[in-house]
């Protein structure tokens, strides 16, 4: 938990540092180069993801901890999410999986 706080005040000293599109890669390779588990690389993600809401987990789980029928489930309820302005695509790679989930802007709907 502590390597995983330090790595995202690191991050945030080189956004501060090195701000702009330019920069985020590297940003985020270089905050992320001392962290050794998988857990800990999750955490930083799951803040990446969401900082205003994020919260150290202990057991986080990725998408490589499902099996193939909770992934086949997590499937199902996506391709639920489907409706008039909303679009979900899976992209299949061997075990990877890329879920797209868009939808139409306001601007768009009125042209």
């Not at 502590?2 to 995202?8: F, G, M, P």
């Not at 086949?72 to 790679?93: S, V």
Request: hydrophobic share 30%.
């Amino acid at each position: 938990m502590e390597k995983v706080a330090e790595t995202i005040a690191f991050y945030e000293k080189l956004c501060e540092e090195r701000p702009g599109e330019a920069w985020w890669v590297d940003n985020i390779k270089l905050a992320s180069e001392k962290l050794t588990k998988k857990n800990e690389h999750s955490n930083f993600y799951a803040y990446l993801n969401n900082p205003d809401d994020y919260v150290y987990q202990e057991n986080l789980k990725t998408i490589e901890d499902f099996n193939a029928s909770e992934l086949a489930e997590i499937e199902r309820n996506l391709d639920g999410l489907a409706c008039k302005t909303q679009t979900t695509r899976i992209f299949k790679n061997g075990t990877d999986r890329l879920y797209l989930i868009g939808g139409q802007d306001d601007e768009k709907e009125k042209l």
